[in-house]
């Protein structure tokens, strides 16, 4: 069964440092991979997607994420952390058939000045 | 476009109430789902939708209903609503049947507590 696993809960930075959210994969096929962001009290929208194109994905907002297969990982970047940027932060893998997403925990992002 | 669109916003209901959970999208995709999202949990799949007539459950089904009886609509029942049912609550559509080719498009997400 596919499952993705965010390693941190909660990251802190300070403002104008980087960002690095850190999400390993499990799947027994090539997944579909999807960072999503959710501000307080909002819907989620899509930050960026991997699906087996270049490995390095940039998405909106200054973010890119890396798939490493040998790591099976796919860890969010961003070189400079705006005040902005604090959310909860969710790596998702799709199911193989593509009728689901696989949702981890989240990561929430504060930001400090 | 509106988009993805749901109602309420919010709702409390006692235990033992039903009630129905509004989803509609006006971008004429095929596949439409219903998430829930818990603290610390993530969001996860109750029911999905990949056309008119056709519906399918996810990791989390009990308790709920739903039907596609347009392409545009896709209600969640709670039949005889529990407090574990307490959640946030996010339809969310994509143009097809996806292979992760598609972005799934989410609604703004209707707060239910159950008392």
């Known amino acids: 069964a596919q499952s993705v696993t965010q390693l941190d809960s909660h990251v802190s930075v300070s403002e104008g440092t980087p960002v690095l959210l850190r999400c390993n994969y499990s799947?027994?096929?090539?997944?579909?991979l999807f960072w999503y962001v959710q501000h307080p009290n909002k819907g989620l929208q899509l930050l960026l997607k991997?699906?087996?194109?270049?490995?390095l994905v940039k998405g909106i907002n200054g973010f890119e994420a890396e798939f490493k297969k040998s790591e099976t990982s796919f860890h969010l970047t961003k070189p400079s952390a705006h005040m902005s940027d604090a959310a909860e932060y969710f790596c998702?893998?799709?199911?193989?058939?593509?009728?689901?997403?696989?949702f981890g925990k989240g990561t929430t992002l504060s930001v400090s000045s | 476009n509106a988009g993805v669109t749901q109602t309420p916003k919010f709702q409390v209901l006692k235990t033992g109430q039903s009630m129905t959970l509004q989803c509609a999208q006006d971008?004429?995709?095929?596949?439409m789902s219903w998430y829930r999202q818990d603290p610390g949990m993530g969001l996860r799949l109750i029911h999905y939708?990949?056309?008119?007539?056709?519906?399918d459950q996810g990791e989390v089904p009990n308790g709920y209903n739903v039907s596609r009886s347009t392409t545009e609509d896709f209600p969640l029942r709670l039949l005889s609503a529990a407090p574990s049912q307490t959640s946030v609550y996010f339809c969310?559509?994509?143009?097809?049947?996806?292979?992760?080719?598609?972005?799934?498009?989410f609604g703004p997400g209707t707060r239910l507590t159950v008392t």
């Open positions: 969310a559509s994509s143009p097809r049947l996806w292979e992760g080719l598609y972005e799934q498009y």
């Open positions: 799947s027994s096929y090539s997944p579909s």
């Open positions: 991997y699906t087996s194109a270049a490995t």
């Open positions: 998702v893998v799709s199911n193989q058939a593509g009728t689901a997403l696989i």
């Open positions: 971008m004429n995709h095929e596949y």
């Open positions: 939708s990949v056309g008119a007539g056709i519906t």
